[in-house]
DNA sequence: TTTTTTAAGTGTACTAATTACACTATATTA
DNA sequence: TAATATAGTGTAATTAGTACACTTAAAAAA
């Protein structure tokens, strides 16, 4: 490895967007750091991967270290390589969004973190490093394939009501959706147990539960299912 | 930077998936390797990042070296980073690929290269490293995003046939598309402009040349137009 | 010159999916 | 028991997708 040694000086970080869904909210978790560079400053949650780590089990480590969360849904999206992305050397970076439940969540700050804080994505702002633009990458491949993916329901309880599903869908996809086309459209897909329950304690006439069926979306995707939700309303292409 | 020194022993590298569209088959640009490792093998074009360069323009100089092109269509897709992918170090790699126009395509191999050569996409097997990975993770991104955006026209000539431009998404979905009702859609997207010219010398009746209208895309692109091409045969949801 | 060959070009009827839209039902709380 | 709040439901109109076969225009062969 000889005339490659000028190369190897440089090392790679991970970069986690771990989204979550609450009082009718997509949310996002980050970190407020404890040290230079940009202390004090609020970060996506990442870490250097060790040398001897592949990739994807860094992500995983990052995630787990900061929720205790493990077997979560995590994608790769993009990798930020600009030349002074880091201030103290040749840092790329390989970003993953995350979907949690947000209630399994419980803090355990990474020693580099001081503060971990869910934030509405609108308020994610004046991120650390290129974060800004790493959060905004990853919501648009979030939104991109939560229309082609059931990921929905890997941000909701595991019984959920049609009425918090079209919550998140509207959340997540920043539009309204229209109650009975919703509901036709996602019960038509036949990937919803009815669970036979309706909510409890609630002021008004309480809604049906159901859960997501995923051995039946296995299934489906292998007679090629398209699962896909459109917009609220469909721009049409004319003159 | 002192605790941080053990991690700067890394590199990383670009690799290019070079599509392109010939004689009715999709075509890719590999390069046969002539050092070790895996010298004598195909390979995708690639090169180490220099320590001073962006992610995005080493792959753009990857390709100009290779091919003399430039301002040619490029987009990330993943990152590869599994420990022991590359046998001299830790080396990850990030995979772009690019579409260009066979024809304006000239060899002018790199010193690293022997041997430049198109290959269609299903006879490249066996490649270097964990190429076959990268490729497949390539194409069915293109095969993705070649629905949904107006990418085909980067792989044709300026001017064409309606005919030529059926058989390449035909070529790349994979699939069969019907004549009439592929006309009627991409006729009606009205992107393309009738250049009221025709082939010649084909011992057939000559078929129109059209030219895609590129600003108009992308008038229609701010005013929410979806580009969408469907399979030959909708599969239902049904139970 | 006529015939053959090859691919270009065209329209319609049927089916499926999407859209817009408003009232009744059921629980709690006042 | 009245008020409040959200759940739950159907249909008609529009648009998009699909299946399908014959005529046209050129070059090449007879």
Known sequence: MSEFNNFFKSAFSVDNIIFGFDEGDLK?????????????????????????????????????????????YLEQV??????????????ITVAYYSLIRINKYKVTPASFARKAHWH??????????????????????LKQQVRTRPLGFELLPPKFTLTELQHLYEAILETELDKRNFRKKILSMDLLIDLEETQEGV?????????FDSERY?????????????????KLIST
Chains 1, 2 share one sequence.
């Open 218 to 234: 296995e299934k489906l995707k292998q007679e090629g299912l398209h699962f896909e939700l459109k917009e609220g309303k469909r």
């Open 203 to 211: 002021a008004h006439r309480p809604a049906k539960l159901y859960q």
């Open 120 to 141: 509405s994505i609108a308020e994610a702002l004046d991120l650390a490093f290129d974060h800004n633009e790493i959060l905004q990458a990853c919501y648009q491949r």
């Open 28 to 72: 996002v978790l980050l970190i407020k750091r404890g040290a230079e560079p940009y202390k004090g400053m609020w970060a996506l949650p990442g870490d250097l991967v060790y040398p001897n780590e592949d990739l994807d089990d860094a992500a995983a480590r990052v995630l787990e270290e900061l929720t205790g969360l493990r077997d979560v």
């Open 78 to 91: 993009n990798t930020f390589g600009a030349v002074n992305r880091h201030p103290l050397g040749r840092v």
